[in-house]
């Protein structure tokens, strides 16, 4: 599985970006795919995932300000992200596995990362 992440940048606080993430390789439709970030001397935290039945769950930090969603046809992960917020601003990561989990160490294919941040 390969993930590629694209779509970060710097953007004035209340503003949106949508990051992507390009996902080829084995059975990816049949996967759980999540968003998770990392700043700066922080751990990384679980965005948001969205399983192979179509189910989400969020972080409450962004709950209501992300959208995570998939282009089934393009094989293509999204992170809608509005209202964003200065202690959005880390390094997003897309990532696969078989089954879903807020825990980072359960999943085995990640993308490169993107950089947001938020000012």
């Known amino acids: 599985v390969q993930l590629v992440e694209s779509g970060g940048g710097s953007v004035q606080a209340g503003g949106s970006l949508r990051l992507s993430c390009a996902a080829s390789?084995?059975?990816?439709?049949?996967?759980?795919m999540g968003w998770f970030r990392q700043a700066p001397g922080s751990e990384r935290e679980m965005i948001a995932t969205?399983?192979?039945?179509?189910?989400?769950t969020y972080a409450d930090s962004v709950k209501g300000r992300f959208t995570i969603f998939k282009d089934n046809a393009k094989d293509i992960l999204y992170l809608q992200m509005s209202r964003l917020k200065p202690e959005d601003t880390a390094t997003y990561y897309c990532?696969?596995?078989?089954?879903?989990?807020?825990?980072?160490?359960?999943?085995?294919?990640w993308g490169q990362g993107t950089q947001v941040t938020v000012s």
């Open positions: 969205l399983d192979s039945d179509g189910s989400t």
């Open positions: 390789g084995s059975n990816i439709d049949n996967r759980c």
């Open positions: 990532a696969a596995e078989r089954l879903c989990s807020e825990l980072g160490d359960e999943y085995n294919y």
